[in-house]
């Protein structure tokens, strides 16, 4: 049975559960939601996709799962991987996940939207700021905790890594500039060079270029 | 061994671990943290309580953890409590604290923050009302999901209670009406009639009457 993913282009939240599915080997196929379309705000979606209108869904079977770091623990349940060797790096890695939904994802995901999804005249200039302010304080501890490690925790890839990166790929400028934090540089072209690592655009369907 | 949990009174994130440990039955003690005091940012709580500066940090013995969802995790797999009851129900109760983490609380901590403990000149207008709006959708999806249901999770307190409700019970004001939202009422009065449970200022050391 081929595992199915709902997600599109532009979501970083995707892109985590998708790079975890990518590189896990599971099968998978991903399935286009037209979020700028408004899709996940129709009652469809919303009775027969996900109530809480959220992406990425994932189904497997009748297992049925969102947010991505449920679908990335049920992956490494599945497959085996990234979610750390013993109880203890499991803690870590879950709160490398948490750290990441609370100070960098969410930050980042809303700071990318408001400056690039949202007509300029649009923008909420102190609130962009106050995010990216917020995101500078992040990206400091990351590079700080990277310092001297390949990964975020232990001494392989998991899922606290497929979490923290999920943002920090895309082109659409937000204010993070890899060249000022080179231990976050060192480590995701790390990650990218990971047989079987693709970037955002190329792993889901649609982006920008297709509503331009 | 009684575990000792650092934290103070006006933490939210604190309260969700201190609030899981009380009510668990297991043996705790608070340590209080000077965090208006600027002690989470010395360079004695960096290298000998967390390098991250975190609050809450929970030690029992030779482990030592910090994020709330981690140490809430680690009280279930010790107490046998609030973990959900099988596979899917901790899924659940994961997907829950996740979003908490990406949509509730952290929204809702930063919020109460900037409108009590900064001089009111100091207040960024914009960014309050931003993310009460942002809080407003969230608070609007927590009462839907609150239709016809005791808890969030299951037919018992989960974790995922003990996460969402870790700001709601503060009294000072963040743009939070528990009127105007039924379900969420009624529920937080569920938690609150559990045997053992206190508010916020009663079970954890600090408070801002210190500070007056």
């Known amino acids: 049975m081929t595992i199915k993913l709902y997600c599109f282009g532009e979501s970083g939240n995707a892109y985590k559960a998708a790079l975890a599915l990518e590189l896990s080997g ?7 939601v037209d979020f700028f379309g408004g899709q996940t705000r129709t009652p469809d979606y919303r009775t027969q996709i996900n109530n809480l209108g959220e992406v990425p ?13 449920v679908i990335q623990d049920y992956i490494s349940e599945k497959s085996g991987k990234f979610g750390g060797k013993d109880a203890q790096e499991r803690r870590e890695v879950l709160r490398w996940v948490l750290w990441d939904n609370h100070k960098l994802s969410s930050m980042a995901g809303m700071t990318r939207f408001l ?5 300029a005249d649009k923008q909420p200039k102190e609130v962009i700021a106050f995010n990216q302010s917020r995101l500078t304080a992040a990206y400091e501890l990351l590079n700080s905790h990277l310092e001297g490690r390949k990964w975020i925790v232990g ?6 890594d497929l979490s923290c990166c999920g943002y920090l790929y895309y082109p659409e400028p937000f204010g993070f500039d890899r060249s000022a934090y080179p231990n976050i540089d060192a480590w995701l072209n790390r990650i990218s060079n990971t047989a079987g ?3 955002p655009y190329d792993l889901m369907p649609g982006s920008p270029a297709d509503r331009t």
């Open 26 to 32: 599971l099968a998978w196929e991903p399935v286009k």
């Open 57 to 69: 869904v994932m189904v497997d079977g009748d297992v049925r799962l969102t947010q991505s770091g």
């Open 115 to 119: 400056m690039n999804f949202l007509p």
């Open 155 to 160: 001494d392989t890839l998991t899922n606290a």
């Open 197 to 199: 690592w693709k970037a």
